[in-house]
């Protein structure tokens, strides 16, 4: 997504990394950066300044804000927690229609075992995730799976269709799988907390990297491919989190918390 700056080192070819060695509390995607990387929602909103991108447009005067490369990835135990407050809402589940959307990094290790990217506390609400080597979208009863994609980064969107009763897949932008659904998604309670890596801190989170994570209640995509680039306009979604050392959610520019989590010098 986000292009690394000029300045930068060229090591990361392309902005995609091999993932680094399995290790027993670290991620398996791009490699996060040198010493204490380790944050919690105390100290996350560290942006440190960042540089200009190299856009090739001539200087008009007027600098341009810096496109930053960082992706999210997670220790063992480690997730983020997102209320309604975060995303200007009066709740995550208002209706029952969702469009959930992220890169994230597909390696050997994430086909083994079942990976939240992200849900909605309650067996019955929504969750996007891997199970058995699929990638898997579940609302209230129903559930879609696809294939899941090529190793390295990939763009996953979900989208829960309330009114046309469906619901559907794009992988990297292209329409990948539809299925007829019906309400209703369920919660367990009045105020659900929108989830991202895993479920809470007891372990079992997604073991490598997600970055650019949007969420909105409303239907985004209907057509058979969609953008995916990073200067989308943030109209009608509610969350979108680029993870830039930071949990700010750009659409309302609330924090929102999380632990055990590790920033990354790469992105898409």
């Known amino acids: 997504m986000r292009l690394a700056t000029a300045l930068l080192p060229v090591v990361l070819l392309g902005c ?12 398996s995607g791009p490699p996060a950066p040198t010493g204490d990387d380790t944050a919690t929602s105390e100290h996350v909103d560290d942006t440190g300044g960042g540089i200009p991108a190299d856009t090739g447009d001539d200087d008009t005067g007027a600098p341009a804000p810096p496109l930053q490369c960082h992706a999210l990835a997670f220790e063992r135990n480690g997730h983020v927690m997102i209320t309604a407050e975060e995303v200007s809402s ?20 994430t086909r083994d075992g079942s990976w939240l990217l992200a849900g909605l506390d309650g067996i019955q609400a929504w969750r996007l995730g891997i199970e058995v ?87 985004m995509y209907a057509g058979p491919n969609i953008e995916t680039g990073p200067d989308r306009a943030l109209d009608d979604w509610l969350g979108v989190w680029r993870f830039d050392e930071n949990l700010q959610n750009e659409a309302s520019g609330a924090e929102s918390a999380g ?10």
Do not use: Q
């Open 133 to 219: 080597g699929e990638l898997v979208l579940r609302a209230g009863v129903h559930t879609l799976s696809v294939p899941m994609p090529d190793n390295g980064w990939n763009h996953i969107a979900g989208v829960i269709d309330g009114e046309n009763e469906e619901m559907s897949f794009y992988v990297n932008g292209v329409f990948s799988g539809r299925k007829d659904w019906s309400p209703p998604m369920v919660s367990a309670t009045s105020s659900p907390v929108l989830h991202l890596g895993g479920w809470h801190a007891e372990g079992g989170s997604w073991p490598s990297a997600i970055d650019e994570v949007r969420f909105s209640h409303r239907v």
């Open 259 to 268: 632990v055990n989590i590790l920033f990354t010098d790469s992105c898409p």
């Open 90 to 109: 009066e709740s995550l589940f208002d209706s029952h229609s969702a469009t959930i959307e992220m890169w994230a990094w597909f390696s050997s290790e």
């Open 16 to 27: 995609l990394p091999p993932p680094r060695p399995a290790a027993d509390v670290a991620p």
